[in-house]
């Protein structure tokens, strides 16, 4: 994992100078605890918690977690892989637990997983869900922007890094077939 040690920032043209690196930072340096506790309101007509309460906890803690490790503004540029195990229930104290897998010129993957325990019993947490988001970092104009290299600390973390390498080489795959499948629809006059 030399290779993510350091990122280039800066001018990149070609008759620019040697830009300055940004040095990466360590997985634990941005990961970060989300706790909540459900509650009535945040149910579906089933009764049990709605899926969307879980997304928007777990948005905001990889968000939390793509802005410390870059430094600055991050936003969602993708959700996937979002997977509920176990359904949560009213009462339940949720701990979303998110780092940083990834690290990319200007993106990062955020790895997300969802514990639940009851609020008022000392009983282990149990895994509910998980997710893996891509956030890109962007400037004040909302422009993506370099990010510090991610420096995984543990072999989970070197692990982890190199699933999101797989997961981020299916994603680059994914779109660029649908790109071309709809160029070539479009080519051959199909208006859909
Ligand atoms: C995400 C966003 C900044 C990307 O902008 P862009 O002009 O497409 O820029 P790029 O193509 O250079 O992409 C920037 C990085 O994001 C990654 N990226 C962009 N779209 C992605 C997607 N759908 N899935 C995964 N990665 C993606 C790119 O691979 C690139 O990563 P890299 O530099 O590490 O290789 C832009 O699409 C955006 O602002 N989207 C809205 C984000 C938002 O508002 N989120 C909140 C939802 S309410």
Same mark, same amino acid.
């Given at each position: ?22 040095? =990466?930072?360590?997985?634990? @340096?941005? /990961?970060?605890?989300? #706790?909540?506790?459900? *509650? !009535?309101?945040?149910?579906?007509? %089933? ?63 955020? =790895?997300?997983?969802?514990? @639940?325990? /009851?609020?008022?019993? #000392?009983?282990?947490? *149990? !895994?509910?869900?998980?997710?893996? %988001? ?59």
């Amino acid at each position: 994992m030399t290779d993510q040690a350091t990122a280039a920032v800066g001018p990149e043209s070609p008759e620019s100078p040697e830009p300055p690196e940004i040095p =990466g930072k360590p997985t634990s @340096a941005s /990961r970060t605890t989300l #706790s909540h506790i459900m *509650t !009535q309101a945040d149910t579906n007509l %089933l009764g049990t918690v709605h899926g969307g309460v879980i997304m928007k906890l777990v948005d905001d803690a990889a968000g939390a977690v793509a802005g410390r490790h870059s430094g600055g503004p991050a936003v969602t540029a993708s959700m996937d892989e979002m997977a509920f195990l176990e359904p949560v229930r009213v009462g339940d104290l949720v701990h979303v637990k998110a780092q940083v897998n990834w690290t990319g010129r200007t993106s990062m993957e955020v =790895g997300v997983r969802v514990l @639940a325990e /009851r609020w008022n019993e #000392s009983t282990p947490a *149990t !895994q509910v869900g998980s997710a893996y %988001l891509v956030f890109a970092a962007v400037d004040a104009d909302g422009r993506p922007r370099r990010v510090p290299p991610v420096l995984p600390e543990t072999e989970r973390d070197e692990r982890r890094y190199q699933e999101a390498q797989i997961r981020r080489t299916h994603r680059l795959a994914r779109r660029r077939a649908i790109k071309e499948l709809r160029e070539k629809r479009a080519a051959e006059g199909f208006d859909d």
